[in-house]
């Protein structure tokens, strides 16, 4: 009898998820669409107050994170958020 492979539940870049038995590299959520590192200190605050868990995704890479829509978090990624916001397109005023 032999062991099935661990797998890990991954978002493509077209937000449907995938098996892949490799895990993913970076961390993100749902509703918010910010993806960072897996061990981010943000996620982590945000995971110890509970109700994040449910919406936690996980993705193989950077590009794949961006494909899918998803922006980098200030916290843990700051330079990539940095530039992610320089390249944002203001709203217009309302008025």
């Known amino acids: ?5 661990k797998l890990y539940r991954l978002l493509g870049p ?14 993100g959520h749902r ?11 943000g996620a982590a605050r945000a995971i110890a107050r509970g ?3 449910a919406h ?3 993705f193989a890479d950077e ?3 961006v494909a899918a829509g ?3 978090c ?12 320089a390249t944002r397109v203001a709203p217009e005023p309302r008025g």
């Not at 009898?1 to 492979?5: E, G, H, I, L, T």
């Not at 509703?31 to 200190?41: A, F, K, M």
């Open 14 to 27: 077209d937000r449907v998820p995938t098996l892949s038995p490799v895990p993913g590299t970076l961390g």
């Open 63 to 65: 590009e794949t994170a």
């Open 31 to 41: 509703r918010s669409r910010v993806y960072g590192r897996l061990d981010c200190p």
């Open 1 to 5: 009898m032999s062991a099935r492979p």
């Open 51 to 53: 109700g994040y868990v």
């Open 56 to 58: 936690r995704v996980f």
């Open 70 to 72: 998803y922006r980098p």
């Open 74 to 85: 200030a916290v843990c990624l700051r330079e990539q958020y940095r530039e992610w916001k």
